[in-house]
């Protein structure tokens, strides 16, 4: 079965840190883009980081730049993501999305909330 399974997410508190994974079964990472986006309530769901398979990273939303890092461990067939100096205006539902040709395979999300 095509999975990914994201996990990591919680409460925390304005400044924080957290690391997402996101972890696939059924396929092998290596040869996809893996990306994560989030949601915020109400809101349209927006890319965080793309990473290539080749390992490249390419451009993340200005609001998150210098603060989130995505990753990647082709050998753990897991992907993630380091989120640092969290604001609460990060609080969202963080999706993991493996990209390739026309497969487009999504995980189920994780919360992320940032409040005091």
């Known amino acids: 079965q095509v999975q990914l399974v994201e996990s990591g997410g919680g409460l925390v508190q304005p400044g924080g840190s957290l690391r997402l994974s996101c972890t696939a079964s059924?396929?092998?990472?290596?040869?996809?883009?893996m990306i994560w986006y989030r949601q915020a309530p109400g809101k349209e769901r927006e890319l965080v980081a793309p990473?290539?398979?080749?390992?490249?990273?390419?451009t993340s939303a200005d609001s998150m730049k210098g603060r989130f890092t995505i990753s990647r461990d082709n050998a753990k067939n897991t992907v993630y993501l380091q989120m640092n100096s969290l604001k609460p205006e990060d609080t969202a539902v963080y999706y993991c999305?493996?990209?390739?040709?026309?497969?487009?395979?999504w995980g189920q999300g994780t919360q992320v909330t940032v409040s005091s």
């Open positions: 990473r290539s398979s080749d390992g490249r990273v390419t």
């Open positions: 999305n493996a990209a390739r040709g026309l497969d487009n395979i």
């Open positions: 059924g396929f092998r990472i290596s040869t996809y883009a």
